[in-house]
């Protein structure tokens, strides 16, 4: 006798962006830069940036909430709660514990997945496994950040680019095709061209605690590595680009997102960006958009959708999915 195969099927999306919105032209007031040069070379106008007592954890919590009442779930109904971030609210305990306290729960496994902003493709791709080999059937997968944290507010190449926010997304068991394939990559030989090169020791942080990125080195392994990993992910699932329908990618660069949807021959109206208004949010930037587009009303049942993301390790990952 056959086993039936499970999938896990995305059930609900949601998201939260801080208050504070922080435009171009009041950037262009704190260090040296314009809204031309900023949109030209990136696509952005504008970023949310997080309260002073605003953590990752609250973050989360908001985008967590939509994202259960979306799929028309409760928190005591989750078997599996991981968070992607780069930016957690202490050393530790995790981040998903923090949440997983602050949803009123207990007992289910929770932990955090570390690839920047590659995460959300990390951590989605480990609820997957998790719900398909059945120990779990609903889990909740979210992304988190306040990198405006670990930006230099001098540097001018890199505090325009970043922004806070959240995703989250709801994972259940399902017979019905959910996410088809999720791929994951990594080159540790890239490390350093992103990377925030801190650590505590004895109380003292060693290091530099800011962001640095060799912007050009980025962009060029970005475009390449993402244009292969697309490919890649649509031979494993034995599909046509000629059948997607959506491409949901990490929004760092508008070049970059253009980059990757020309590979796959898809015009900018199938590909979801929210570059301008949020920025790029690291490892939240794929389920906000998700939610975004979600809300919006832009997918339909049935709809193959990529997701890809790519960032410092060098980590990225992808997974194509049935909406």
């Given at each position: 006798?056959?086993?039936?195969?499970?999938?896990?099927?995305i059930a609900g999306t949601g998201s939260y962006l801080p208050e504070r919105v922080l435009g171009n032209a009041e950037l262009a007031q704190q260090v040296e830069t314009s809204d031309e040069w900023i949109?030209?070379?990136?696509?952005?106008?504008?970023?949310?940036?997080?309260?002073?007592?605003?953590l990752t954890s609250d973050l989360a919590l908001k985008a967590a909430q939509a994202a259960l009442a979306s799929a028309g779930v409760t928190a005591a109904d989750l078997d599996l709660i991981i968070v992607a971030t780069t930016?957690?609210?202490?050393?530790?305990?995790s981040t998903a514990c923090i949440l997983q306290d602050k949803l009123g729960v207990?007992?289910?496994?929770?932990?955090?997945?570390?690839?920047?902003?590659?995460?959300?493709?990390?951590?989605?791709?480990?609820?997957?496994?998790?719900?398909?080999?059945?120990?779990?059937?609903?889990?909740?997968?979210?992304?988190?950040?306040?990198?405006?944290?670990?930006?230099?507010?001098?540097?001018?190449?890199?505090?325009v680019l970043f922004g806070d926010g959240a995703g989250a997304v709801v994972l259940k068991a399902s017979e019905e095709p959910?996410?088809?394939?999720?791929?994951?990559?990594?080159?540790?030989?890239?490390?350093?061209?992103?990377t925030t090169p801190a650590s505590i020791m004895h109380g003292d942080v060693r290091g530099k605690p800011f962001l640095h990125m060799d912007g050009q080195a980025v962009f060029k392994f970005a475009v390449k590595a993402l244009a292969e990993l697309a490919s890649e992910t649509l031979e494993a699932a034995g599909?046509?680009?000629?059948?997607?329908?959506?491409?949901?990618p990490h929004q760092a660069n508008?070049?970059?997102?253009?980059?990757?949807?020309?590979?796959?021959?898809?015009?900018?109206?199938?590909?979801?960006?929210?570059?301008?208004?949020?920025?790029?949010?690291?490892?939240?930037?794929?389920?906000?958009?998700?939610?975004?587009?979600a809300r919006e009303g832009r997918f339909q049942r049935g709809d193959?959708?990529?997701?890809?993301?790519?960032?410092?390790?060098?980590?990225?990952?992808?997974?194509?999915?049935?909406?």
């Open positions: 006798m056959r086993s039936t195969q499970i999938y896990a099927r949109v030209t070379r990136t696509g952005i106008r504008q970023r949310h940036i997080a309260a002073t007592d605003e930016t957690p609210d202490v050393v530790f305990p207990h007992g289910c496994p929770a932990f955090d997945v570390q690839a920047v902003c590659a995460g959300f493709a990390y951590a989605l791709a480990t609820a997957d496994q998790f719900v398909r080999g059945g120990m779990a059937k609903t889990a909740l997968v979210v992304g988190a950040e306040v990198f405006s944290r670990i930006l230099d507010w001098d540097d001018r190449t890199t505090c959910g996410i088809l394939v999720t791929k994951l990559k990594a080159d540790g030989r890239y490390r350093d061209i992103l599909i046509a680009q000629s059948e997607l329908n959506w491409l949901v508008i070049r970059i997102i253009e980059s990757t949807a020309r590979h796959l021959g898809l015009s900018m109206d199938k590909v979801v960006v929210t570059l301008a208004q949020h920025g790029n949010t690291s490892a939240a930037s794929i389920p906000l958009a998700l939610d975004h587009a193959l959708i990529m997701l890809e993301g790519i960032g410092g390790g060098f980590a990225w990952g992808s997974a194509l999915l049935r909406w």
